[in-house]
């Protein structure tokens, strides 16, 4: 299940494109500033958008448009603990969502509603994967901003199967050692196999503790290399959740670092499986097509495209513009396609996609 498309945001997503689209999204944080500063700002935002209203649109229109708006604006709550507000009015729509990040001011009208910071504000709670290694069992747990909880898994309780006596070790195995390193084999191959079910529902960082040589050990066999972060060497067999998040912290510290290399992890992954579409034309194309896993977008990459003949076609937009098949920008639309249709989108910080033409779509198996 998609978990960015919450019932307020589903609800913007598919609202119908009716002209004009009105989205406000704005700093406002009332325990931060006083309620005056606020209503002001709020007033002079609803007159630049009155006055551009007016100046395109006919009267009955921008008569209900603004109308609406000024009664959101009216209504709003100043109780809220939350750092930003987003305000969205059509002639057939109208929606308010408070936002838990901090916001640049931005006001847009269009076709269609204004969804990046949507997505910015369902990014904040970090979440994880820890995978536990040591010789006597193993654990996955789930960890984000708030919890640490292990997951149930049909994992084996132990690296070293029960020991039968001597002289049957020593007629099958040159050595006890022999027969240590067989079993961490299976073991390992047998943990490797759970831990891709569990990829796949969870689609996470992965990180994964323990000693240097069992941990050597799961990075030469596992298929599952472009989910992990980072290993982290230490015996924590005995350690308890709180030591467990503790040793943890310093890696998710840095929570934008250890996003952005997972989600180049999984590009390169998707790449040699052939499932990666880059660059807007082809990104396009295979959204349109219901084929998107996951969007990753540059934060400030925005294109400017008019339509072909076939829905999945689109043009880099070239002055003059044909009002007809102008594509304000196409980036917003195969967001708002993606989300709809069960996928996630991620941004990443400028240049980290120079070698996908700035923007990249993982699709479906």
């Not at 195995?173 to 067989?182: A, C, T, V, W």
């Not at 060497?233 to 250890?258: C, F, I, K, Q």
């Not at 990666?276 to 896993?293: F, P, Q, T």
């Amino acid at each position: 299940m998609n978990e960015l498309l919450t019932p307020d945001i589903r609800e913007v997503t598919t609202a119908v494109h009716y002209r004009p689209a009105v989205s406000i999204i704005i700093p406002f944080d009332p325990k931060m500033g006083s309620k005056n500063e606020l209503e002001h700002s709020l007033k002079i935002i609803t007159q630049r958008v009155e006055q551009e209203l007016r100046n395109n649109y006919p009267d009955e229109i921008y008569t209900m448009v603004i109308q609406k708006l000024r009664a959101l604006v009216k209504t709003l709550n100043y109780n809220t603990h939350k750092k930003s507000v987003a305000i969205y009015v059509s002639p057939v729509f109208e929606k308010v969502l408070y936002l838990d990040i901090p916001v640049e001011e931005k006001v847009i009208i269009d076709e269609s509603f204004e969804i990046r910071d949507l997505v910015f504000s369902k990014k904040q709670l970090h979440k994880y994967l820890v995978l536990l290694l040591s010789g006597n069992e193993s654990r996955i747990y789930l960890g984000n901003t708030d919890s640490f909880v292990k997951i149930a898994s049909n994992t084996p309780a132990a690296i070293y199967a029960p020991a039968k006596d001597t002289s049957e070790r020593v007629a099958n195995f040159s050595s006890p050692s022999e027969h240590k390193e067989i079993e961490m084999e299976k073991f390992l191959h047998h943990i490797d196999s759970v831990l891709g079910s569990i990829l796949n529902a969870y689609r996470l960082p992965l990180f994964v503790l323990g000693t240097k040589r069992v941990t050597g050990h799961f990075n030469s066999i596992t298929k599952h290399k472009a989910a992990v972060v980072d290993y982290i060497n230490g015996n924590y067999e005995e350690a308890s959740l709180p030591m467990l998040r503790e040793v943890l912290l310093p890696h998710v510290n840095d929570w934008n670092t250890v996003k952005q290399k997972n989600i180049l992890q999984q590009l390169e992954e998707a790449t040699s499986e052939k499932r990666l579409a880059s660059g807007m034309k082809d990104v396009w194309r295979e959204a349109m097509n219901r084929k998107g896993c996951l969007l990753v977008v540059e934060k400030d990459f925005m294109y400017a495209a008019e339509h072909g003949s076939n829905e999945d076609v689109i043009y880099k937009a070239e002055e003059p513009y044909n009002k007809f098949s102008y594509i304000k920008d196409a980036v917003d639309d195969v967001m708002e396609k993606v989300l709809e249709n069960g996928g996630d989108v991620e941004f990443v910080d400028r240049g980290l996609l120079k070698n996908y033409q700035r923007i990249a779509l993982i699709q479906y198996y």
